[in-house]
């Protein structure tokens, strides 16, 4: 609208904004697991460009596989009278996902005037913001730190093999 803010008009509209994971990751997300996110926005539905009605607002945040298949998709619904409002998800998930079973996040908005007006007086929204929540994957550092680690299984074999070695010395000597 030339204020930096969002309005939606009367057709309904899906905006967003697609992010590929690992590029927005340090060094690519080796070593990395995603934890969750933060959505923030301030947004105002029903306003009185018209005669105040509640207008089509929601926003949403949708995680997708390297391939292109949904991993998870969360839906915040602001179909309610509300004036100028922070909004401030903050999603963590029950298991931190693994950077390389994350491809790209898609969060944005569908809108729409519900007095079917052409021009800028449904719903508005401004001030967008999205961050991942991101830490060390503990697998990367120590692959015996959970045995859901890629490569647990090889590091015990090889704690077998060493402690085997060290039972035949032992044998050895007479113990």
Known sequence: NGY???NFSYGQTDLNQTINVANALPNQGAGLQINGFQ???????????DNGQ?????AYVNLYSPKGSSVANYNYNLNY???????????????PLNTSSLGSIRYGFVGRDTNGWAGPYGPEVTDVNFRLKYSVDPCSIN???SSSCPGYGAACADIDIRFGR??????GLGF
Do not use: C, Q
Not at 54 to 58: A, H, K, N
Not at 166 to 171: E, L, N, Y
């Open 4 to 6: 930096g803010a969002i």
């Open 39 to 49: 959505f923030g926005f301030r947004a105002k539905n029903g306003n009185g460009w």
């Open 54 to 58: 509640t207008d089509v607002l929601s």
């Open 81 to 95: 009278r509300f004036n100028w409002t922070n909004f401030n998800f903050d999603e963590t998930f029950t298991k």
């Open 143 to 145: 692959p015996l730190s």
């Open 166 to 171: 060290a039972v035949g010395m032992i044998g």
